[in-house]
C-alpha cells in the first residue's frame, strides 16, 4: 500500500468545510496527503490550496442555480479537468450534493477515480430518483444520521454511519459566557439564527426584525444574540437592525456561547436547528423561500418534517414554522407553547445527542483509504 495518497475534494458552504477539516485531520494521520479542490479557512488550515472562494458554490434553490449555470458548469469542468490532470485516486465531494455528484459522475465516465460523499443527499425527503446516480457513480456515500443510514442500507448501498460532532457539544457555563461578552444576567436572551447562506439571511430577516420589535413591546430586559460565521454575514444582517431601536448584539463564532445562554432560539431550518436544541436553546424552526422555490419543492418533498431535531425523534416536537405560517405572531406564539413544555424538552434533549453517535472520522479515513 502506498504511503501517499492524492485526493480531490470539494466543500461549498460553512458547514462542509468543518466536515472537510475533520476528515482532513483524521486522513493525514496514516497517509501522507496531495490535495487538490475547493474549501473553506478550516481545510486550508489542513494545506489545501482552495482553487477559488468556496462561497461561488453556495447556491441553492431552483432559481439560483439556473440564472448562474454558465458559472456552476464552468467550475465542474475546471475542476474535473485538474482531478484528472493530477491524477488523484479519490474524490470527496463534501455536502454541496448536486454539484459534487455532477463530478462525481464526469469523473467515473472518464477514469477510475473513486468516489465518496460525505453528507448523502437528502434523497430520503426529496427527488428520490437520484439514487440511481449515487449507486451507479459513488463508491462510498456517508450519512451523519442513523435515519439517513437506515435509509441507504435498505437499498444495498455502501453506506457508512459518521455520527455528528454535536454528539459531544456541550453547554457552556453562563457565568463564563456573561463574563467573556460583558453581559448584563438580569437580561433575557433569545438568540437568533437568520442562516449561513445569503439568500437564507435575506429571505429571513424582514420576518425576524418585526418578531424582534414585537417581542421587545412586552419584554423589555431583552437582549437578541445573532452569532455568525464570518464579517459579510455581520455586515447584511446589521443592514437590516441598524436603523431600528432593538438591543441585539452580533458575534463571529459564537453560537455555542449565545444559544447556551438563551432559553429558547429563532433559526432558519439547517443544522443550526439541530445546534439549538443540543445545547437547550429550545428552536423554532423557520423556512422562507422565493413563491416559485416553494411552490416546486412543496410538490416534490416526501415529509412532513424538516427540522433535524424533528426529524431525530422522528416527530415535531419543535415547531416548524414554514412559508406563509413563519409569521412574527406565530413565532410569538410558539414561543409561549415551549415555555409550557420546557421539562419535556429537556428530556427530548438528551436523547437526541444519542442519535448523534457514529463511527467518526479515524474510522470514515480508514474506509477512504481501503476503497
Excluded at 479542490?37 to 431552483?62: A, C, T, Y
Excluded at 463571529?252 to 429558547?264: H, P, R, V
Aim: proline share 3%.
Amino acid at each position: 500500500m502506498k504511503d501517499s495518497i492524492k485526493i480531490g475534494i470539494i466543500a461549498g458552504e460553512h458547514s462542509g468545510d468543518i466536515l472537510g477539516e475533520n476528515f482532513l485531520k483524521a486522513l493525514k494521520k496514516i497517509k501522507n496527503v496531495e490535495m487538490y479542490g475547493v474549501g473553506g479557512p478550516r481545510m486550508e488550515s489542513q494545506g489545501l490550496k482552495s482553487e477559488f472562494d468556496f462561497n461561488n458554490l453556495n447556491i441553492m434553490g431552483l432559481v439560483e442555480p439556473m440564472l448562474n449555470y454558465s458559472k456552476i458548469m464552468s467550475y465542474k469542468n475546471d475542476l474535473c479537468n485538474l482531478f484528472l490532470d493530477k491524477k488523484i485516486d479519490i474524490f470527496i465531494g463534501v455536502d454541496s450534493p448536486d454539484f459534487n455528484m455532477q463530478i462525481q459522475k464526469k469523473l467515473k465516465r472518464n477514469s477510475d477515480i473513486k468516489t465518496v460523499q460525505l453528507v448523502t443527499p437528502s434523497i430520503w425527503a426529496w427527488r428520490k430518483g437520484r439514487l440511481k446516480n449515487v449507486k451507479k457513480y459513488t463508491d462510498l456515500s456517508v450519512s451523519l444520521f442513523k435515519f439517513e443510514h437506515d435509509f441507504y442500507k435498505k437499498y444495498d448501498l455502501n453506506n457508512i454511519l459518521l455520527g455528528h460532532h454535536y454528539a459531544d457539544l456541550e453547554k457552556q457555563e453562563v457565568s463564563s459566557v456573561l463574563k467573556k461578552y460583558d453581559l448584563d444576567k438580569k437580561n433575557k436572551y433569545v438568540s437568533i439564527l437568520p442562516g449561513s447562506r445569503k439568500s437564507e439571511i435575506k429571505n429571513m430577516m424582514p420576518t425576524y426584525l418585526e418578531f424582534m420589535k414585537l417581542y421587545e413591546r412586552t419584554n423589555k430586559k431583552v437582549l437578541f444574540l445573532i452569532p455568525v460565521v464570518n464579517n459579510e454575514d455581520a455586515i447584511l444582517i446589521e443592514s437590516f437592525l441598524m436603523e431600528e431601536k432593538i438591543n441585539y448584539k452580533i458575534e463571529i463564532g459564537a453560537a455555542n456561547d449565545f444559544l447556551s445562554l438563551s432559553e429558547f432560539s429563532i433559526v432558519t431550518s439547517g443544522t443550526a436547528s439541530l445546534q439549538s436544541s443540543v445545547l437547550g436553546s429550545h428552536p423554532i424552526i423557520c423556512y422562507k423561500t422565493s413563491t416559485f422555490n416553494y411552490f416546486v419543492i412543496s410538490r416534490m418533498i416526501q415529509t412532513d418534517i424538516i427540522g433535524l431535531p424533528n426529524l431525530l425523534l422522528s416527530e415535531k416536537v419543535f415547531p416548524e414554522l414554514v412559508q406563509k405560517a413563519c409569521t412574527p405572531k406565530r413565532i410569538l406564539l410558539e414561543i409561549q407553547k415551549l415555555k409550557i413544555n420546557k421539562l419535556l424538552l429537556n428530556q427530548k434533549t438528551n436523547l437526541i445527542k444519542k442519535n448523534l453517535k457514529g463511527v467518526g472520522f479515524n474510522s470514515l479515513a480508514d474506509a477512504v483509504i481501503n476503497l
